[in-house]
């Protein structure tokens, strides 16, 4: 299984990015599709994860400014961030979980700056 993200680059403060993930390869006993990051200096974290038939789970630092939508059946995800901080600045990956195994991205860098 093979996830590849695209869509990061340089953004202002409150402007707007559209991160996309596409997942290829057989994948058994999908569980689920999702964001993570990890900033300079600072722990791995959760963005959003959207589990197959279950309630999307987000970060409360992004709630009501990002938005995940995951297609099960292509095994892509998105996520739209508006209203970009300089907080928000990190490497962002994708990641699926299919069973008990979990698949990584390559990551995608998000920078927000003026």
């Known amino acids: 299984v093979q996830l590849q993200a695209s869509g990061g680059g340089l953004v202002q403060p409150g402007g707007s990015l559209r991160l996309s993930c596409a997942a290829s390869?057989?994948?058994?006993?999908?569980?689920?599709m999702g964001w993570y990051r990890q900033a300079p200096g600072k722990q791995h974290e959760l963005v959003a994860f959207s589990p197959s038939g279950g309630f999307t789970n987000y970060a409360d630092s992004v709630k009501g400014r990002f938005t995940i939508s995951t297609d099960p059946a292509k095994n892509t995800a998105n996520l739209q961030m508006n209203s970009l901080k300089p907080e928000d600045t990190a490497v962002y990956y994708c990641?699926?979980?299919?069973?008990?195994?979990?698949?990584w991205g390559q990551g995608t860098l998000v920078t927000v700056s003026s």
């Open positions: 990641k699926v979980t299919a069973g008990l195994a979990a698949y």
């Open positions: 390869g057989s994948i058994f006993s999908f569980n689920g």
